[in-house]
């Protein structure tokens, strides 16, 4: 017979006598097992039980064994009892050791490794620093998790040959470690170009229980909304939840003096563009007059119809125009105003320097209106007003969705400085929309009123609306509601009971001509006789 057949016959005798032999001592192996656990169940008795109370312990347990070795049959009872008892304690086999969980950092920091590898992996490259299978601890140099596992911060180094000055290569990456990392949030990427290192960290939402209120700020001065604590080295005191806190604003300069006259806010259709609208005119109706034109019809600004200060709420294209052509021969009047008091050498008239707000609320809609109508875009009147609205007081805000930024037409475009965008804007949508990269992604789903704000040539900074709704919409809260309420000129009488606010006069004060000075008397510039006389060569 074969050595293999041997071997073989050997074997399946071997795990025969095995399998009978667990079966005979299964028993005992239970009883035995039921023993241990009595001996650990006494074990921690004895340990648990004070030392004033061990003593009596002891004196109890030996009267009761002395009572059942005196009882007829007693050791055969207790120790069929004790049997029993094991049998029953060691009837399931011991539970195997629950294995270690996996460590959070093993998993994701390698899913996240194995996805950045095809983008970061040169296929010419004799040692490539990511390679399929790698260790992610050679690239990944530091990282932080929240308390819910979460990605919070990471510092990772990528080879020289990555294209980082492009933006569609360095958008790839980003899209990457945000699907891995987590859509719910928003992360900056800070990219060193020198030392081929990109950090990234997640940042804090920002609150989004600011409601509409007086903010500290200067006249002139707009708080757009509210940023992090880096974006501004500014803090003001505002209401939040009915607690005083300080917060940092996002806050724009216009006037005279200011180098960002106007503002352009783009948005995601429901993100509260017309919000941030309604917040402006808020803001600037303490000093200044309004003209707002709905492009869209909405109502969204029914709230300011006949409010002091507000000239007109203009909604069809008719009136939209009208009031445009005005705002034109307004600044114009403006202007020569100025420039004849800048001659005269007297104080200027305060019709002329009282700011006017041209508030615009899609006005493409009416643009393209317009267009099949055969009558003049709306945004051509533009032109003037903010070319020179700022030597005139004039300042125009213009908001309207982010898909019709090619509507809008060049000079409003160039004239624009102060950006906004709101809404899950991609990298493409808001570097067009800003006029420059945008170095945070966007959250998948955002709440309303959240985006990003670049003023000038700054920095793009997050940005948080306050929440400014319409108190003419039933649906809004009635807290919100009565906050927008409060902030305007005067009470409505329809809805609203009568304020102690005094009345604004319907026309600006005269101011009294300043008399001209008394000429001076003209200087000779004149010489009776030279300074430096000659004097003759001997």
């Known amino acids: 017979m074969p050595l293999h057949r041997h071997l073989s016959k050997g074997r399946e005798f071997a795990r025969t006598a095995g399998d009978h032999a667990s079966d005979m001592f299964a028993p005992l192996s239970v009883i035995g097992r039921g023993m241990r656990h009595h001996v650990a ?57 629950t294995p270690p969980a996996p460590d959070v950092a093993d998993v994701k920091l390698g899913a996240l490794y194995a996805a950045l590898t095809p983008y970061l992996c040169g296929p010419e490259d004799a040692n490539p620093m990511y390679r399929f299978e790698g260790d992610y601890k050679k690239v990944f140099d530091s990282w932080e998790f929240d ?3 979460r990605l919070s911060r990471l510092e990772l180094g990528y080879p020289a040959y990555f294209t980082d000055t492009e933006p569609a290569a360095r958008a790839r990456i980003e899209q990457v470690v945000q699907g891995k990392a987590g859509r719910a949030r928003e992360y900056r990427f800070d990219w060193d170009e020198e030392s081929n290192r990109l950090r990234i960290s997640a940042l804090a939402p920002l609150p989004t229980d600011i409601v509409a209120q007086r903010f500290v700020a200067a006249p002139g001065e707009i708080v757009l909304g509210f940023t992090d604590e880096d974006g501004t080295a500014r803090t003001i005191p505002v209401g939040r939840g009915g607690t005083p806190v300080q917060q940092p ?90 420039n004849a008091a800048r001659h005269a050498g007297s104080a200027p008239p305060e019709d002329a320097t009282r700011p006017l707000w ?88 955002a709440p309303v009123g959240r985006g990003y704000a670049r003023i000038g040539n700054g920095t793009p900074v997050r940005l948080q609306v306050p929440a400014t709704v319409d108190p003419l919409d039933d649906e809004a809260p009635a807290q919100l509601r009565d906050a927008v309420i409060a902030l305007l000129p005067h009470r409505d009488t329809r809805t609203e009971a009568a304020a102690g606010v005094p009345p604004r006069p319907e026309r600006p004060p005269l101011v009294a001509p300043v008399e001209p000075a008394p000429r001076a008397r003209p200087v ?10 000659s004097r003759p060569i001997s």
Not at 71 to 91: D, K, T, V
Not at 309 to 333: F, I, Y
Not at 524 to 533: F, G, S, T
Request: aromatic letters at 4%.
């Open 524 to 533: 000779d510039l004149a010489k009776d006789e030279p300074m430096i006389r």
């Open 147 to 149: 308390g819910e596992g």
């Open 249 to 338: 604003p996002v806050v724009w300069r216009t006037g005279p003096r200011s180098s960002e006259p106007h503002l352009l806010a783009l948005g995601v259709t429901g993100y509260g563009t017309s919000s941030l609208l309604r917040s402006i005119a808020l803001q600037a109706l303490p000093y200044a007059d309004l003209v707002v034109v709905d492009g869209a019809g909405t109502g969204e600004h029914a709230c300011l119809v006949n409010r002091p200060g507000v000239h007109t709420v203009e909604t069809s294209l008719h009136g939209a125009l009208a009031a445009l052509e005005w705002a034109a021969k307004e600044t114009d009047r403006r202007l020569t105003a100025l």
């Open 358 to 445: 041209l508030l615009l609320d899609h006005p493409t809609e009416l643009s393209e209106l317009a267009q099949a109508e055969g009558r003049p875009d709306p945004q051509d009147l533009l032109e003037l007003p903010l070319r020179h609205g700022r030597a005139a007081r004039v300042t125009v805000v213009i908001a309207d969705d982010l898909e019709a930024r090619d509507r809008i037409t060049p000079t409003v475009r160039s004239t624009t400085r102060a950006r906004v965008v709101l809404g899950p804007a991609g990298p493409d949508e808001g570097r067009a929309a800003l006029g420059a990269p945008l170095d945070i992604v966007p959250a998948a789903h």
């Open 41 to 97: 169940w006494a074990k921690d008795r004895w340990q648990a039980t004070p030392r004033e109370r061990r003593g009596p312990t002891v004196f109890l347990t030996a009267a009761m064994l002395v009572g059942i070795y005196l009882l007829p049959h007693g050791l055969l009872f207790a120790l069929i009892a004790l049997m029993a008892s094991a049998a029953w304690a060691g009837r399931s086999p011991k539970a195997p050791p």
